[in-house]
């Protein structure tokens, strides 16, 4: 069973966020970005298959909708439409939910940091190229794991993701947390391999979408990045020169504001107000459909 946090505000808090960590994270990722968001908002923050608390699971999936599916319990506790936001391997998981899921109709905003989807790269030209590299430093990472590397695995990772950003020392705490949830690397990267179609699912997207790039990023999520950029029906593309992969803790006090905006002006699109005939109407919905009284 995933484990997750539930940041803050009660139940009744007019605006419910759902956010999605990255690989080798928990849900504890987004503590700032709840502070931001402010007593009305009830951040909902799962720990993934694999990590945080949720560790132990029996259960590992290899796709993304497997990954949506042991979310379920979680997303049902945000009772009604939510704004969803995902970061890396987070942002995928997002990127599924959001247009392939039960739970898409529910999606009231979408905030995608560098979502990780490589197959939108497996075309031709150049995008080809980068989507092989990938491909290749992703069976390295699995190897290593399965040969019992796993410092090894977690260095070449790290280095990976920190693309052209000054390297960060980690703690000998820090290295050992990443230990622990190491041999889920494996599952996230055959789980980002095997999702399909996510060109055409971009162009589907109808609800407002906020898309974060840096230009210290490995070019491979970039390139993304860009791709959905050009796909995503009005998406509002930020790109951050001097912030890397890692934004979410790196640039926070850059991000968040624009994050909470984007939620903002989301709500006033819908015309979201707390007991409106609109927010009523969608919570019955809600119960009805996905409540656990299914």
């Not at 259960?59 to 042991?70: C, Q």
């Not at 890692?246 to 979201?272: Q, S, V």
């Amino acid at each position: 069973m995933n484990k997750m946090l539930d940041f803050g505000a009660p139940k009744e808090a007019r605006r419910r966020v759902v956010a999605l960590h990255c690989s080798l994270a928990s849900g504890r990722q987004w503590a700032r970005l709840a502070e931001q968001l402010g007593s009305n908002t009830r951040v909902i923050a799962p720990d993934i298959s694999g990590y945080g608390s949720s560790r132990t699971s029996i259960i590992l999936p290899t796709t993304l909708a497997g990954e949506v599916a042991m979310l379920g319990e979680q997303l049902r506790e945000a009772e009604g439409p939510f704004h969803l936001i995902g970061h890396s391997y987070g942002g995928a998981v997002a990127f599924r939910l959001a247009t392939q899921s039960p739970f898409a109709r529910y999606v009231r905003s979408l905030t995608l940091i560098e979502p990780v989807l490589p197959t939108l790269l497996g075309g031709n030209g150049s995008d080809r190229r980068l989507y092989r590299r990938f491909d290749e430093f992703a069976r390295g990472i699995q190897a290593d794991l399965w040969k019992g590397l796993t410092m090894e695995a977690i260095d070449k990772f790290a280095s990976f993701w920190n693309g052209s950003a000054p390297a960060e020392e980690l703690s000998p705490e820090a290295r050992l947390r990443l230990i622990e949830h190491a041999d889920k690397l494996a599952f996230d990267f055959a789980a980002a391999f095997a999702e399909q179609n996510v060109a055409s699912a971009a162009s589907a997207i109808a609800v407002p979408t906020l898309l974060f790039s840096g230009g210290l990023s490995p070019y491979l999520t970039q390139r993304i990045a860009e791709k959905l950029a050009s796909l995503i029906p009005g998406v509002d593309a930020r790109h951050l020169p001097a912030a890397g992969h890692m934004m979410p803790f790196t640039h926070a006090k850059a991000i968040n504001p624009e994050i909470a905006g984007h939620i903002a002006r989301a709500d006033d699109l819908a015309g979201a107000q707390l007991g409106s005939p609109l927010e009523e109407a969608a919570a019955a919905e809600w119960s009805g459909e996905l409540g656990r009284g299914d």
